[in-house]
């Protein structure tokens, strides 16, 4: 298979998108952000937040979906299998927590089937025990710009987003491909793509069963996501008792809350890494209650001793963030 980008590690290309490691420390880790990212997303943006999971101890592993994964499952299922394989390799080896991270459509190309292989939801057959391992480490969810619906009106306004003009090759050719795959698939997909769209959503929503904060990143000011959309996303949630941290800055475009923000937006996130970590370890001693198999005092003595470091070095990286001008924003 054909290299992927990716500073942390070797990746690899397989139907729907890239796979990669953007960091990959063999040893002093705190655990492993994966990120679910559509072809709109830059890759100056992954990067940053890969330093920024980095500067807190994370290694994070990329999932980067092509435009069509979006919209069809045989593009999406593959890439949902390959980075579950990749991800259960390394919790195999050493079993950490893991945060899932969806930037803007991350979740409708990726991310959402993930969350039915993991939970059982898929016919393909199943590596069970293995997939148990990876609801236990599963301990946090962040949505930057997301989850957003995939619709051919989605569609078309991604089409004439400047973000499209990124994307490598003659920009009007790019999007007039966009526009034209996307009114094609609608006329001759309808009925396809509203059942995609209730099991992203369904999904979605089963996701609070793995017992994971949410943090969710947005703006009034988003020209691709509604606001109204994520209120009602984060209040469906919360009616299902999912605990949900819903920072709504003041003014910032799709995918630019790290850029206007960063002083809050890295807090949110480190908020959110740090209370991940204390969730993975409740349920370490949950799973040897259950399993009725009790880890010695030093081997709890250790996890406990390894939870302070990280709080530790987190509010050190904290402390190195200059300050600047006072950013106005929202926590619900």
């Not at 054909?2 to 290309?13: D, K, L, N, S």
């Not at 996701?207 to 209040?235: H, W």
């Not at 908020?271 to 949950?286: C, F």
């Amino acid at each position: 298979m054909r290299g992927a980008e990716g500073g942390g590690g070797g990746g690899f290309a397989v139907r729907g998108g890239n796979i990669y490691w953007g960091r990959k420390e063999e040893t002093g880790f705190r655990g492993i952000v994966v990120i679910f990212s559509w072809v709109s997303v830059p890759q100056t943006i992954l990067r940053e937040f890969v330093d920024l999971c980095s500067s807190f101890g994370w290694n994070s592993l990329v999932c980067s979906a092509n435009y069509l994964s979006a919209f069809h499952d045989e593009s999406a299922m593959p890439l949902a299998f390959c980075v579950l394989d990749e991800l259960i390799k390394e919790l195999r080896t050493r079993a950490c927590p893991v945060v899932f991270a969806s930037f803007s459509a991350g979740s409708k190309a990726c991310l959402y089937k993930v969350f039915q292989l993991i939970d059982g939801r898929c016919e393909t057959a199943l590596n069970l025990p293995n997939y148990q391992l990876l609801r236990n480490c599963l301990c946090g969810q962040i949505y930057d710009s997301g989850p957003i619906d995939v619709t051919s009106d989605f569609g078309f306004r991604f089409a004439l987003h400047p973000s499209i003009a990124k994307v490598p090759g003659p920009s009007k050719l790019v999007s007039w491909v966009a526009k034209s795959v996307t009114s094609g698939l609608d006329a001759l997909y309808l009925t396809r793509f509203e059942s995609q769209a209730a099991e992203h959503w369904q999904a979605l929503y089963s996701s609070v069963n793995f017992g994971a904060p949410f943090l969710l990143l947005c703006s009034e000011n988003d020209d691709l996501l509604r606001y109204q959309n994520i209120c009602d996303f984060t209040q469906r949630l919360r009616n299902l008792n999912g605990d949900v941290n819903l920072v709504n800055f003041s003014s910032s475009s799709h995918l630019g809350h790290y850029k206007h923000h960063p002083i809050q937006y890295r807090i949110a996130v480190n908020n959110l890494l740090e209370k991940a970590l204390t969730i993975y370890s409740q349920k370490v001693m949950l799973e040897r209650e259950r399993t009725g198999m009790d880890g010695t005092q030093d081997e709890i003595s250790e996890l406990i001793c390894d939870l302070q470091k990280v709080a530790i070095n987190s509010n050190k990286s904290l402390r190195r963030v200059a300050v600047g001008p006072t950013d106005h924003f929202l926590l619900q």
